[in-house]
Antibody, heavy 121, light 109 residues
């Protein structure tokens, strides 16, 4: 059973860089033709897709965040990571990693449990 | 950018009744439409993909329909565990982007 687990800093100061990692267990990040996304949810609000990385390393980001986002993959550790620079209070959210399944019309079939990140001085 | 609009924002339903949730896309998304259920403090759970196919383990009381720009999620007989927030989500092939609706909260009447 594939599982995803987010980890990283829960408190980030304004203007600094948010860094999170998603560890993949129960399967290889490089197999199956899947892509791996980051999605966030501000408190009491809806879901926003941040960006994705394919196992090959190709990436695509939400245009609204593109200038501040970097997603990378470490196949040796079976994990992928998110960096979001120049954060403000508006970036306070629960951050999820998720897998999209091309056999499911690219729906997100597996999610991590989420990690809360607060931007505050 | 494709915008997804869900209605209503809140739906009050009694247990055992039918719930009908709507999702509209600002342009055609074909059948690249999914529905998720989210309970407080939990990650979203995939219910429906391809507009009408139930994900593994999802009860038959959940059904999806529609294509193009108009989609519906129907819960035929609400159980206590179904009270939650539901999101629709579209996938665009190129550029590859995913967009969620703002959610519909199904609450106990």
């Amino acid at each position: 059973q594939l599982q995803l687990q987010e980890s990283g800093s829960g408190l980030v100061k304004p203007s600094q860089t948010l860094s999170l990692t998603c560890a993949v267990s129960g399967g290889s990040i490089s197999s199956g033709g899947y892509s791996w996304s980051w999605i966030r949810q501000p408190p009491g609000k809806g879901l926003e897709w941040i960006g994705y990385i394919y196992h090959s390393g190709s990436t695509y980001y939400n245009p609204s965040l593109k200038s501040r986002v970097t997603i990378s993959v470490d196949r040796s550790k079976n994990q992928f990571s998110l960096k979001l620079s120049s954060v403000t209070a508006a970036d306070t959210a629960v951050y999820y990693c998720a897998r999209d399944n091309p056999r499911y019309y690219a729906a997100f079939d597996i999610w991590g449990q989420g990690t809360m990140v607060t931007v505050s001085s | 950018e494709i915008v997804m609009t869900q209605s209503p924002a809140t739906l009050s339903v009694s247990p055992g009744e039918r719930a009908t949730l709507s999702c509209r896309a600002s342009q055609s998304v074909s059948s690249n439409l999914a529905w998720y259920q989210q309970k407080p403090g939990q990650a979203p759970r995939l219910l429906i993909y391809g507009a009408s196919t139930r994900a593994t383990g999802i009860p038959a009381r959940f059904s999806g329909s529609g294509s193009g720009t108009e989609f519906t999620l129907t819960i035929s007989s609400l159980q206590s565990e179904d009270f939650a927030v539901y999101y629709c989500q579209q996938y665009n092939n190129w550029p590859p982007t995913w967009t969620f609706g703002q959610g519909t909260k199904v609450e106990i009447k």
